[in-house]
């Protein structure tokens, strides 16, 4: 069986490469490098193109004999997305619909989408399961969620089979620090917080401390990118095996407030790191925490960092040793 896996460059998708070649599974990566990076899949065959690019869809199926794609690839920032919705349409909806009809033309019938918290908006109460409304607040969320409806017929119609994985909020990198997270602009939190621990930022602004939390900043579930590969392999396996779609949580079941994020950060890292509180971002809610335990139970998903200092250790040691990144 050969995997495509779309946005193998990218954070996570170059993250479950790395379990995916532990496990011996062969792949090929598709990747437009916007927002990946060359070194990431330095030593894979590597395909470097749009998903929209119907010729070269056809090339990588024809020329591999793929059997199942990881599909990874997608704008994924919630601030652009309210700015700009129609990129997010067309780079993530348009895109996948090509991805999708060329894996139904070419005869696979198992495909593992990347997709996020963000479909469900701003819960009426938490831990979230995976049948609680899926209201985005935002264009990120909703084209994640109108690519998962794009599977569900497809399984309907086509019998292609998917597992659609909702993660909650990404963190840590390879424990080995071959890997790790370089976004360009950085807008996550903890890359952010450790951007200050190297000096290269003078503060964190916290975003909000007016929020109906304990210590008024937003908590969110915090899940290691390495337990987040081990989930694809496990999809896969899934659909190998039972070949039942379905659609999953990602997250460790434990929230972590901001105030607790940078707490954390300072333990790790032995720094002082400054944080001023700043006003709310548009669309942030209050509070995301999973259930995974459909995962648990169903992918026989048993991550393996479930910790925030491990997670921020791990992150640590990359951003450290790669202050710019994979420019270093
Ligand atoms: N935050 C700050 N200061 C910063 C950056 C972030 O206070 O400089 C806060 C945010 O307001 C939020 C929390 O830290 O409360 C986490 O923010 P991130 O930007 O790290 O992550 P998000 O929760 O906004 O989003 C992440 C992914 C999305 C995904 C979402 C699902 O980036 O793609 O999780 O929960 F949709």
């Not at 990120?140 to 794009?150: D, H, P, R, V």
């Amino acid at each position: 069986m050969t995997i495509l896996v779309t946005g193998g460059a990218g954070y996570i998708g170059s993250h479950t490469l790395l379990y995916l070649k532990q496990k011996n599974e062969s792949f090929v990566v598709l990747d437009s490098l916007q927002t990946g990076h060359r070194k990431a899949v330095e030593g894979t065959t590597f395909y470097e193109g749009d998903l929209a690019d119907a010729d070269l869809l056809d090339k990588i199926f024809t020329e591999n004999e793929i059997s199942a794609v990881i599909h990874f690839a997608a704008d994924s920032l919630v601030g652009e997305s309210m700015k700009d919705p129609l990129k997010y349409y067309e780079n993530n909806v348009i895109g996948s619909y090509q991805l999708i009809k060329k894996a139904v033309e070419h005869e696979v019938k198992k495909f593992v989408f990347s997709s996020t918290a963000a479909t469900y908006g701003e819960p009426e109460s938490v831990p979230i399961t995976e049948d609680f409304p899926t209201i985005p607040t935002n264009p990120y969320g909703e084209t994640k969620l109108a690519i998962e409806k794009m599977l569900k017929w497809a399984d309907a119609a086509y019998g292609l089979k998917s597992i659609c994985l909702r993660y909650f909020n990404a963190a840590g990198a390879d424990p080995e620090g071959s890997i790790g997270e370089d976004h360009q602009p950085e807008s996550h939190l903890i890359p952010i917080v450790l951007q200050v621990a190297l000096g290269q930022r003078e503060h964190v602004s916290m975003f909000g401390d007016d929020y109906p939390t304990e210590d008024g900043t937003c908590i969110r579930d915090y899940i290691h990118v390495l337990d987040l590969a081990q989930a694809h392999y496990l999809a896969l396996q899934r659909l190998e095996g039972e070949g039942v779609s379905g659609v999953y949580n990602l997250g460790n079941g434990n929230g972590f407030s901001v105030k607790q994020v940078i707490e954390t950060c300072k333990a790790v890292t032995g720094i002082d790191i400054k944080s001023l509180t700043a006003p709310r971002r548009t669309g942030d809610p209050a509070v995301l925490i999973a259930s995974s335990n459909k995962a648990r139970t169903e992918l026989g998903w048993n991550p393996d960092y479930s910790r925030l200092d491990t997670m921020v250790t791990h992150a640590w040691n990359w951003h450290r040793n790669h202050p710019n990144g994979y420019d270093d």
